[in-house]
């Protein structure tokens, strides 16, 4: 889906933020509870540690310590919000939405809030919708976030998805902008292939199969996913959104500075890299140290890697990101 605006309002990154947990859980400890191994997973994945939210820690917590980080780099009073768009698969509750707990606490009770669900996308799904009613003059800033506590929705006993996923949150503040402001994004691309809900997905919970006393036991409402067919898709899906993002930026390869991609698995990070043809050290990677943190990966790869100086004045950022649905999404942004 094409984002070509009618009206010139420049939309830009004003802040990022991001927040994890402290409990490490390391690929040793998960070798004492299932049947795998430090040197599978770091061989079939790259992850090596991840992080888990205390029991009192709900997906709003994190979402809001990333958001204050957010709020803070771009000195923007939370009572001057006027949207917050959370993107989760793992909400506080089904209702009210994840963002209503967050507006409440950050106190930004001047703001609009509602939550996206898109998987392992949504952090750039909100970041397209929030760039477009910004572009469009419905909004003058808004605070998206990814976050996600996935930990109460995986399967302790499942080795083939729980060594994949952990717990965070990643925030940034998007405003309308003005005279010379860095972080313009430049271009941005989503996408959905229904078709495939099969591949990747939590099946219980929800109003198909709500849990019962019956089928407590059974884990329904815990992730489910056929990796390898996932693998497939979100190598093609994220290499043809990023190339999209990048054509209309009217931008080459050779000009991307960093490729931010979703934090899934190091295996195809190195094949999209390889088939954008992108140096390997333009792409940021951290799932080494978080796992996939689902809409919560890009976020706080973003945040990493603009607070620590891998995104040069004036460079250009490729994000994107590949999850359930199957949705997909990519962002260009000049720095
Ligand atoms: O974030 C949303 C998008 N998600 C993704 O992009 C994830 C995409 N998929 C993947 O990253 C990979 O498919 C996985 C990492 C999930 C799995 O890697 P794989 O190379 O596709 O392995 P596999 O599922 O084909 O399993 C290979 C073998 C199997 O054993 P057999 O049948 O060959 O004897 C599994 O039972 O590895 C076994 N296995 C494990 N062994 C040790 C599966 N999980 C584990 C484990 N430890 N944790």
């Known amino acids: 889906m094409s984002d070509a605006s009618t009206t010139t309002r420049s939309v830009c990154i004003a802040g990022t933020g991001s927040y994890v947990p402290e409990q490490v859980l390391t690929n040793a400890d998960l ?6 191994t430090d040197e599978w997973i770091v ?4 992850i090596r540690e991840r992080r888990i939210a205390a029991e009192d820690e709900f997906t709003s917590h994190l979402a809001t310590n ?16 006027q949207l917050i768009i959370v993107a989760t698969i793992t909400p506080d509750t089904l209702t009210p939405s994840t963002a209503c707990y967050v507006q ?16 392992c996308s949504g952090f750039l799904y909100a970041m397209k919708i929030a760039k477009r009613l910004i572009s469009d003059g419905a909004f003058d800033n808004a605070l998206i976030i ?9 399967n302790w006993d499942d080795r083939s998805t729980c060594v994949l996923f952990g717990d965070g949150a990643g925030a940034a503040v998007l405003k309308l902008r003005e005279d010379d402001d860095d972080g313009e994004i430049l271009a941005t691309e989503m996408g959905t292939d229904g078709r495939q809900t099969r591949l990747l997905n939590i099946p219980g919970g929800g109003s198909a199969c709500p849990i019962t006393s019956e089928n407590a036991d059974q884990h329904l409402n815990t992730l489910a996913m056929l990796g ?15 190339e999209l993002v990048i054509e209309r930026s009217d931008l080459k390869p050779a000009d991307i500075d960093l490729v931010v991609p979703h934090q899934a698995n190091l295996r195809i990070i190195d094949a999209i890299a390889e088939r954008l043809d992108v140096p390997y050290d333009r792409v940021f990677t951290n799932l080494q140290k978080y796992g996939n943190t689902s809409a919560a990966a890009v976020a706080i790869a973003l945040d990493e890697a603009h607070r620590s100086g891998r995104i ?7 994000m994107v990101a590949f999850g359930a649905g199957l949705t997909w999404a990519a962002a260009a942004i000049k720095w």
Do not use: C, W, Y
């Open 31 to 36: 070798e004492k509870r299932v049947a795998t």
């Open 43 to 46: 061989t079939r994945t790259g």
């Open 66 to 81: 990333a958001a204050n980080k957010a709020l803070e780099q771009a000195e923007l009073d939370p009572k001057d919000l």
């Open 104 to 119: 409440q606490n950050l106190g930004a009770f001047g703001s609009v809030a509602f939550d996206i669900s898109a998987a």
């Open 146 to 154: 990814g976050a996600e506590k996935l930990s109460s929705f995986v």
């Open 228 to 242: 390898k067919e996932v693998f497939k898709h979100a190598v093609l899906r994220m290499k043809q959104s990023a």
């Open 312 to 318: 040069p004045k004036g460079g250009h950022v490729v």
